[in-house]
């Protein structure tokens, strides 16, 4: 049987350094180069990490070729149509789906934990109203740490999850809360007898007291299709892989910092319009556009080389196929379309900005397909969430990602602190 090995050869010198190729339960293998710097002398070069494995991981499997994308080996399209997102938040935690007497305690336990501190209640006060829900909800976060220090150190699996829970539960409360001082009206307390979802909408929705819209017809209640729509849209956004934002969160957890540091720190990254931000950005820019008939120009923008403009929620670093999420999304928007009356002006411009991308040699070239984010605003928008509350939905998705990445790290003996090196071209 061949050796699994790859040798390496300074043409230089001569030296010769042979290294192992380590198999993988799916996709690429991995050449472990460890003791290379210590063999040669010299240091590998990859910025941007296209080609480097930071970790090894049983979470979540893309295969960017084939456009495939499965959490605990499960594909996203059977837990997108199959599976609520508290279940696919017991998946990612415990690596398996759970029980109907598990989903029923670890819906309780959620909905227990979704209240917050009075006093974290008030960090609001000291932001501005126009301030971006992002940063807010990126402080709240850094200051959660100082209401639950005992998270500092944990031993044992119920600490870690005791930890997970509270994270995933409070999020979308400091989320809302965000929402509404943004807006200068009173918070909706959370409400024990509503599921996730539809606690979410209702404190953003709410009128103080938790009434909903009052019609000739009597109070709005929030529909099934909007709770089902934005389930979903957390269930496609709950994990990644090794992405900017997840690979932030295990750069904090290497230097021992607090698990929720950590997620803010997420938060924080996430925020970059090349990343989670550029839901907010594919909207603006449809609504910048205006009108089909404009659409050719931009998409010509976005292909001179001399403008830094790209087209928002085009291409991936790993996707160089269509992106399953922005499938099941497209299949979602065509779904509700009448059911949640889709804005149809800002679809036909995205079908337009999908059709002259996908036949044009600038983006067929490059593997640029349309990504999650391409899909995800026109839904939110009929879901009555304004641009501006976009990304904090995808952190909502993505905290559950974060934190199992987070638990995976610490729970991985051979990890240590994130320290890459440099190539020096200075003085
Ligand atoms: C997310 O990593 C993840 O998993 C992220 C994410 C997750 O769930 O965590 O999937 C969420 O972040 C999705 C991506 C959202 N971002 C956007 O939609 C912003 C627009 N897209 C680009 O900025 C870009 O495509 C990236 C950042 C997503 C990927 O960048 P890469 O892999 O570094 O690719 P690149 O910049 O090297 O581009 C390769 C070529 C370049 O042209 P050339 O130098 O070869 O001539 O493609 C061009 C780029 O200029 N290009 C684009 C483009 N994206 C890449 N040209 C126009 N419009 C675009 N959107």
New binding site residues.
Partial sequence: MKKSTVTLTNNQTGDSYEYSILESTRGSKVLDIRTFFSDSGMFTYDP?F?STAACESTITF?DGKKGELRYRGIDIEALANKHSYLETCFLLLNSRLPSEKELHNFDLEIRHRAYLHRGLQKLFDAFPDNAHPMATLSAAVTSLASFYDEHIDMENEDEYLEMAHRIISKIPTLAAFAYRHSLGIPFVEPDIDLGFTKNFLTMMRAYPGGKMHLSVEGHEDIKDVEIRALDTIFTL?AD??Q????TVVRGVASTGAHPYVAISSGISALWG????G?NE??IAQIEYIGSVDKVKAFIEK??D?DDDF??????????KNF?P?AKILKGLQDELRDELGLDTELMKIARKIEEIALSDD??VS?N?YP????YTGIILTALKIPKSMFTPIFVIG?TVGWITQWIEFKKDETSKIARPRQLYSGK
């Fill in positions: 941007g296209t893309i956004h990644h892989e992405n900017a934002s997840t319009r090349a990343h989670g550029a950005s594919v976005a292909k080389p790209r087209l928002m929620g085009f291409g991936h670093r790993v996707y992106d999420r600038y983006f490059r640029l990504n999650i984010d391409f993505r």
